[in-house]
Nanobody, 120 residues
Framework: QVQLVESGGGLVQAGGSLKLSCAAS????????MGWYRQAPGKQRELVAV???????NYVDSVKGRFTISRDNVKNTVYLQMNSLKPEDTAVYYC??????????????WGQGTQVTVSS
């Protein structure tokens, strides 16, 4: 009942910036936590950043100080501002939304992914 659509990926040189967006639609009032994951070829999908409905955030250590997750509850959109990008940030980035208990699948919902490529 929740659909997530990511946008904003692309090719950027090291040190550059990108801003990813994830627009949620459907049963948006069921959403609790939203986050961004990424997966590089041959690597496990990892959690990059999460944000609660109340605005609390957490980040993986490798992006702290460089990435910022934010959430617009009016527009039902979560963002990931990515600064000082490094080649190791290259991955497919996925938006994830976890519903409130009993309001949807415990696995949450996933977007289709958007490619971020950072050149040296």
């Amino acid at each position: 009942q929740v659909q997530l659509v990511e946008s904003g990926g692309g090719l950027v040189q090291a040190g550059g910036s990108l801003k990813l967006s994830c627009a949620a639609s459907g049963s948006i009032f069921s959403i609790d936590i939203m986050g961004w994951y990424r997966q590089a070829p041959g690597k496990q999908r990892e959690l990059v950043a999460v944000i609660t409905s109340g605005g609390n955030t957490n980040y993986v250590d490798s992006v702290k100080g460089r990435f910022t997750i934010s959430r617009d509850n009016v527009k039902n959109t979560v963002y990931l501002q990515m600064n000082s990008l490094k080649p190791e940030d290259t991955a497919v980035y996925y938006c994830n939304a976890v519903p409130l208990a009993g309001r949807g699948p415990v696995e949450g919902y996933w977007g289709q992914g958007t490619q971020v490529t950072v050149s040296s």
